[in-house]
C-alpha cells in the first residue's frame, strides 16, 4: 500500500524532539533541601518535624490540562502501632510561596497514576519500608486542601511541617522515619529526563528513638541477632523466627546447624510451660541460603506448645543453640548457661 | 359489471392461502432469561497456594511438621469440616452460610460450641479452567492477613 505521508529526516528529528520534550517536561520537580527532626522522643510528646523544600516546574505549555491542577503530596513512614492514621496523631500544614495551608488524609479511594493503586500501597510497593530492618512500619499520605493550577518555569519554595505524638502502642520504638514528597498530577513518577531519574523527593530522617514507656523496645534501624516475622502476632499464627549467625562472633559462628531453645514459654494464667528446649527436626533453624548465615524457623506456637483451646501464650523465653544444645547464644549474643534470653512476646500492638 | 373469471378467481385465492399461511407462521418467541446458576462449593478442598501479609509461603510452611498439603476443608449441606488443621479462620467444624448463593461475595463460618459466627470475603475464580476458591482471615492479630487459596480434591 502506497503512503502518502511523507517526513524528510531533519523534520522527522524535529517531530521526534517535540514528542519527547512533550513527554518529559509534564513534570514538577520536588526536592526537601533539610530536614529538622528530633531523634530523641517520649510517648506521648508531640513532635515538630519540619522539611523545607522547592519545587520547579517544568511543563509543557501544550500539555492538557494545562495549567496544571496539583496538590502538595507527603507520604509519610511511620511504626503501625502509632495508629498515625486512623487516631489522628499526626497533622501536617504547610508555607509556601503559593500559599499556606494543611494536608489532610489522602483518600482511601485515590489512586496513585503511575501505578494506578492506591497511594499508601504504591508507596508501600515503590519505597518499602525505608531503611527498616522490620516491616512493622506503614506508609501514610497527605495531600494539601488546597489544589494549584501550575505552570511552567515557577519555583515554589516552602515547609512542611508535621506535628506528630508519638508512642501510641504503649511500646519504645526505635526506627527510621520516611519522607516522600511529590504532586499529585505527577506521583511517584521516574523521569530520567531530570538528572537524579525522579521527579519525587525521597528522604530519610535521622534514627527517632522513641522511650517513656514500660513496653519492649522495638528497633528496626539495628540488625538483631533474631527477630520474628510477623514481628507482633497471636499464638494462632504462623511466625517464623530468623536467627543472623553473621551479626557478631558468637560460639555458633562456626556451625550451620542451629535450633531454637524455648526455655519457657508463658501463658496467660501466668504459668510456664518448659522442656522445649529440644534439638529436633521441629526446633532445626534452616539457612536461607548455603552461605547467607540467616537461618529460619517457621511454627505455628499452638500446635508447636500442644495448647488445648483455654491456654493463651504471652511470651517465648528462648536461646538458640547447637545440635549438641551445649553451645547456647542469647541476648547480645553472649553464650553459656546463664546468657540472657531472648524475649518475644505475643500482642498486637 | 364484469364477471371474475376462474383463473381470476383461483389467483385471488391463491393469494389469500398464501397471505393466510403467512400470517399463521407468525409467532412471538419468548426469550427465556438465563438465570446465574447457585454456585456450588460443596466437596473437599485443598490448599495450592498461602500467603501471610502478601508474601508466599506455601513451601516455606509445607514441611513434616506442618501440612498445607493436608489441609482439607470440605463443604457439605450447610456443614464444614477441616481435617489437619492449621491457622485458620475457624478452629473447630461447624456451620457455613454464603451471602447470595448465585452471586457470593461473604462466608460465613460458625464452629460448633461457638455463638460468634465469623465472615469473610472470598472470591471464587475460574483459573486454568479450574475453579479456585480463596479465602483472605485473620487468625491472630488483626493487620496479618492470611490468604489460602484452595482447589477441589478430585
Not at chain 1, 534514627?207 to 510477623?230: A, K, R
Not at chain 2, 485458620?88 to 457470593?104: E, H, L, R
Request: net charge positive; hydrophobic share 35%; proline share 5%.
Amino acid at each position: 500500500m502506497r503512503s502518502y505521508i511523507k517526513i524528510k529526516g531533519r523534520n522527522l528529528w524535529k517531530l521526534c524532539m517535540l514528542a519527547v520534550l512533550g513527554i518529559s517536561l509534564t513534570c514538577c520537580y520536588v526536592l526537601v533541601e533539610k530536614i529538622d527532626q528530633p531523634t530523641t522522643a517520649v510517648a506521648g510528646q508531640t513532635i515538630t518535624i519540619n522539611l523545607r523544600d522547592s519545587v520547579n516546574t517544568q511543563i509543557s505549555t501544550n500539555q492538557s490540562p494545562y495549567p496544571q491542577p496539583s496538590n502538595f503530596v507527603l507520604a509519610f513512614l511511620a511504626p503501625k502501632g502509632w495508629d498515625v492514621a486512623d487516631n489522628n496523631n499526626m497533622t501536617v500544614s504547610y508555607t509556601s510561596s503559593l500559599g499556606n495551608g494543611n494536608m489532610q488524609l489522602m483518600p482511601a479511594s485515590a489512586i496513585e497514576p503511575n501505578s494506578k493503586l492506591t497511594w499508601a500501597k504504591a508507596a508501600t510497593a515503590k519505597f518499602g519500608i525505608g531503611k527498616n530492618l522490620v516491616n512493622d512500619v506503614e506508609w501514610v499520605v497527605f495531600q494539601s486542601s488546597q489544589q494549584y493550577a501550575l505552570t511552567n518555569g515557577i519555583n515554589i519554595t516552602g515547609n512542611i511541617i508535621i506535628k506528630l505524638k508519638v508512642g501510641a502502642d504503649g511500646n519504645n520504638t526505635y526506627y527510621f522515619p520516611e519522607y516522600v514528597t511529590c504532586d499529585s498530577f505527577d506521583g511517584y513518577s521516574d523521569d530520567t529526563y531530570w538528572n537524579n531519574g525522579k521527579i519525587y523527593s525521597q528522604d530519610n530522617g535521622p534514627c527517632l528513638l522513641q522511650t517513656g514507656t514500660n513496653g519492649d523496645l522495638h528497633d528496626y534501624c539495628n540488625p538483631q541477632l533474631t527477630s520474628f516475622n510477623p514481628p507482633k502476632s497471636l499464638d494462632n499464627e504462623f511466625i517464623t523466627l530468623t536467627y543472623n549467625n553473621k551479626l557478631t562472633p558468637t560460639v555458633l559462628s562456626n556451625t550451620t546447624n542451629v535450633y531454637l531453645c524455648v526455655d519457657s514459654a508463658y501463658l496467660s494464667d501466668g504459668s510456664a510451660i518448659t522442656n522445649y528446649c529440644v534439638q529436633a527436626e521441629k526446633s532445626n533453624l534452616v539457612q536461607t541460603t548455603p552461605t547467607s548465615g540467616l537461618f529460619n524457623l517457621t511454627i505455628w506456637p499452638r500446635s508447636y506448645f500442644g495448647l488445648t483451646a483455654s491456654q493463651t501464650l504471652t511470651k517465648l523465653v528462648y536461646h538458640i543453640t547447637d545440635q549438641t544444645g551445649t553451645k547456647r547464644v542469647g541476648y547480645g549474643g553472649v553464650s553459656g548457661s546463664s546468657s540472657p534470653a531472648f524475649v518475644y512476646k505475643f500482642g498486637c500492638k | 359489471m364484469k364477471k371474475i373469471s376462474r383463473l381470476e378467481r383461483f389467483n385471488l385465492l391463491l393469494v389469500f392461502a398464501v397471505a393466510l399461511i403467512t400470517w399463521s407462521s407468525c409467532k412471538t418467541d419468548k426469550i427465556r432469561s438465563l438465570s446465574e446458576p447457585v454456585k456450588d462449593i460443596s466437596g473437599t478442598w485443598k490448599i495450592v497456594k498461602a500467603t501471610r501479609n502478601g508474601t508466599d509461603i506455601t513451601t516455606v510452611v509445607d514441611t513434616n511438621i506442618y501440612n498445607f498439603s493436608k489441609f482439607r476443608l470440605s463443604f457439605s449441606g450447610n456443614g464444614y469440616t477441616v481435617t489437619n488443621p492449621l491457622p485458620f479462620i475457624v478452629s473447630a467444624n461447624g456451620t457455613y452460610s454464603v451471602d447470595n448463593p448465585q452471586y457470593p461475595f461473604l462466608i460465613t463460618f460458625t464452629a460448633t460450641g461457638t455463638t460468634t459466627p465469623v465472615s469473610t470475603a472470598f472470591t471464587y475464580p475460574i483459573v486454568n479452567g479450574v475453579r479456585v476458591l480463596t479465602l483472605v482471615f485473620s487468625p491472630g492479630c488483626p493487620q496479618n492477613a492470611y490468604s489460602y487459596s484452595f482447589v477441589k480434591v478430585n
